[in-house]
């Protein structure tokens, strides 16, 4: 394809368990090459080398280092958004207290469980098609919340898109700022709390009581 879209695109989609695990070990190797080099220095043969595949095994999956680093982005964004999606799921006609809770822990736990990771793929999310990657996974981020808040027990939004746009985004925010400061487990305990403070009190603040 001689299209930019066509170029970055995954070439090959593993389907065999042996594919998996191939495409598992070019992730792997390539966060490694981010944490250890940086964007600038990263180089698919280096992947490729610690993946333990050759450059034309890699070159199957991914045709250059964008479509690399995009689909390594997309893997986590996609993480993000599931964890997002699955604790908004649990809260269903919740209090809007839960509801917030929910939301902060969704947004915290993927990055702490992996925060080198997380790190590392910060500055893939300021490349173009990192941008494209951020905005899909936001978005389900933000239509997940939306539904959560949309079915408070104990409360009615005027606009729940718009409520869900802020707060998301405030606390991706958030999170991004505590990553580059080099957040860990013990700075995000002391920080979910904050959070989940200054997320009540903004959805109580642009709330209505249920049985108002």
Known sequence: MSSEKGRLSQRK????????QTLAAIFDACIAQLLAHGIE???????AQGAGVSVGTLYQYYPN???LLAAALAFHQDRLAVAMEEACAAVAGAPLADIAGAVVEAVLAPR??????????????????????LALATQRMQLAAGDALAG?????????GL????LVGALNGQVQALLAAGMD?????????QMTALALG???????????
């Open 13 to 20: 989609h593993p389907i065999q368990a042996r594919s998996s």
């Open 202 to 212: 903004y959805l109580r603040a642009i709330s209505t009581r249920a049985d108002a």
């Open 65 to 67: 280092k964008q479509a």
């Open 152 to 160: 408070a027990a104990d409360a009615r939004f005027e606009d729940t």
């Open 41 to 47: 220095r990263l180089t698919t043969t280096r992947v």
């Open 112 to 133: 702490i469980a992996q925060p080198m990771v997380a790190r590392a793929l910060l500055a893939v999310g300021f490349e173009p098609d990192g941008q494209a990657q």
């Open 185 to 193: 487990a013990t700075m995000a305990d002391q920080a979910r709390g």
């Open 163 to 166: 409520a869900s746009f802020m």
